[in-house]
């Protein structure tokens, strides 16, 4: 059974500006954090900096670790699979149909479980 990731990993983005297939898009290793890998749906090019969207997929048992984000507030919408976030120091349980703010400035990290995790992360302004 294909999950709401999966849709979204071979999903479009399409509006009068354009229209661009995810499914053509590639997955980027994280430079930092091993076992994650993120997809760029739509970065500062293609907002005009404003704001970025982005698949991410932690492979079970590995960590985005605790890092800050200076310059953008980042959402986190869970779409497949479960494991928990430290949000400011705050405990929250990640499964699917979660949603978080993580604020600008603030000290985060995300675990994912045995199934892994898999986001759909948004920053704005835009991350790349």
């Given at each position: ?73 980042e ?29 600008q ?8 479980g ?15």
């Open positions: 059974m294909r999950t709401l990731f999966d849709k979204f990993d071979e999903g479009r983005y399409i509006s009068p500006c354009g229209d661009k297939a995810f499914a053509d898009l590639a997955w980027n290793a994280h430079p930092t954090f091993e076992g994650v890998e993120l997809k760029h749906l739509l970065t500062a090019a293609d907002t005009d900096g404003k704001f970025s969207y982005h698949l991410v997929r932690i492979a079970p048992g590995m960590s985005i670790g605790e890092h800050i984000h200076a310059d953008q507030l959402t986190h919408e869970v779409i497949a699979g479960g494991g928990v976030c430290i949000n400011e120091g705050m405990q929250i349980p990640y499964e699917c149909g979660t949603m978080t703010i993580l604020r400035g603030t000290p985060h990290s995300v675990t994912a045995s199934d892994g995790l898999y986001l759909f992360a948004k920053f704005i302004p835009a991350l790349c």
